[in-house]
């Protein structure tokens, strides 16, 4: 089922749905429109929460979590009295997070997919919790959250207790008139002068701390924010690949379809129909060749941009699953009458791909700057460094060391987290998948390619204007056109690091 839609002119929010896709979240945020919970999801809510305080007022076995201490202090019971204040006592000592801030666009995934999460009646919170989530995310009240902390199992334990403790009127928030990371509030203050007076903050009930840290969404959301950027890295990348094609006079035939139907991946062949598309109609495409083949970074693009289009589809599949589940421990199933402890925290399935996503947008990065390299080399009737006055002025001699000096450290990112594991808790968390590391360094990859890719598009549009008066397609010359509107790519050394992040921040 996907997103339900209510009557905009209502000014009633959107819903959350028992499923969403991938476009679904990306909709719903770039949408701006509040959201709330379905019937449905209330009712199951609802009917989880009521079972699970009967199952304690009971006094039967001890439940992991609700009536028990946490991790290697499972065997420790506690007080009814004491249930609540366990919670409480739960996202203070587990909020200690440390490094850089979490971007607030991600936080704000988080409280997303969190509410999402425990829409689906297995988590044991109150409606007032699920409610409480939304209504941060709906008002852009933003917890303030470090990258540093998670091991990627028994959930994103530190970030989200970040992301928890101003439900309660504890921790920090971002302040919502600041335009940058650089000026917090206490979450009193957001009470205050944020929230109503009557919502102040949640009285937390047995489990529901212990549902709010355990979770995946600290990777869920920045393995969405990864996946979102490289959706646009993967259009851009044919679209340029085709750019460098015409301005380094490359031949046509590598993209022909006969070849990739005869080698049917799915993104290879799209690739190779992409970059033809975008050549279409380019006199310097048709003209006759005087080179017999072209260097791999030319010839095999549909191969390496379509191996990674591949990858991301498969990552892509994973991460869906993923944020339409139950993520935290122990499940309850009040049809059934069961409250087990399992393990649906552990990050393992995100891990893996995480580190896939890495490998695969980097090889883009990879590829692109290879590509560059061809173009300033000084062949193909091309000046080296596409300068007009090589030896006077360097041109782009630098640019292309930058470009590979960002695939070095790429590769380096690309070390995979999700083969190393540190036993905490005493031993009883004696596996971690290590997500989190690989979702934040996942993200700092993704943005190096994007910074690669500008300079690619500087050095195609540039080395381009030195195969005039013959003009490429209009897809392509009209990419040129945009360039030098928002750029200086004419003849003469200048500081390129003011052009190649103009050409970032607008493509």
Known sequence: MKVILLDRLSSLPMQLAEYHSLDDIQKIVASGEKVTLSAVAVTKI???????????????????????????????????????????????????????????????????????????????VQLATVEKLLEFYNKDITPVIYELGSLGASGDLAPLSHLALPLIGEGEIWDTNATSNASKNSSSFAFAKVLKPEVS?????????????????????????????AKNILTRADLHAALCVDAYDGRREPFLAYSHQIRPHKGQLATAKAVLGHLEGSEILAQDKVHVQDPYS?????????????????????FETEINSVTDNPNVFPDEDLILSAGNFHGQPLALQL??????????????????????EGKRDLPAFLTGNPGLESGLMIAQYTAASIVSQNKQLCTPSSV??????????????MGANAATKCLRVIENVERIQAIELLTASKGLEFRRPLKSSSILEDLVAKVKAIADISDGDKAWADEVEKIRLSF
């Open 201 to 229: 903050s949640l009285h937390l009930g047995p489990k529901e701390g212990l549902a709010l840290i355990n979770g995946t969404q600290f990777m869920q959301a920045y393995g969405l924010q990864c996946l979102f950027k």
């Open 355 to 376: 580190d896939y996503l890495a490998i695969a947008i980097a090889e883009i990065g990879s590829i692109a700057e290879r590509r560059v390299y061809r173009l300033v």
């Open 420 to 433: 190393d594991s540190i036993e905490s808790s005493n031993g009883q968390e004696d596996h971690v998948s």
């Open 46 to 124: 609802e009917k989880c929460h009521t079972y699970l305080l009967n199952k304690v007022a009971q006094n039967g076995p001890p439940i992991y979590g609700v009536n028990t201490g946490f991790g290697s202090l499972c065997n420790t019971e506690i007080e009814d009295k004491d249930l609540s204040q366990l919670q409480i006592n739960l996202l203070r000592s587990h909020a200690c997070g440390a490094g850089d801030y979490v971007p607030k666009d991600i936080v704000k995934l988080m409280l997303l997919l969190k509410a999402q999460s425990l829409s689906y009646g297995h988590s044991g």
């Open 298 to 318: 030319f010839r095999c693009v549909p191969q390496v941009h379509g191996a990674s289009k591949d990858a991301v589809d498969h990552v892509a599949a994973v």
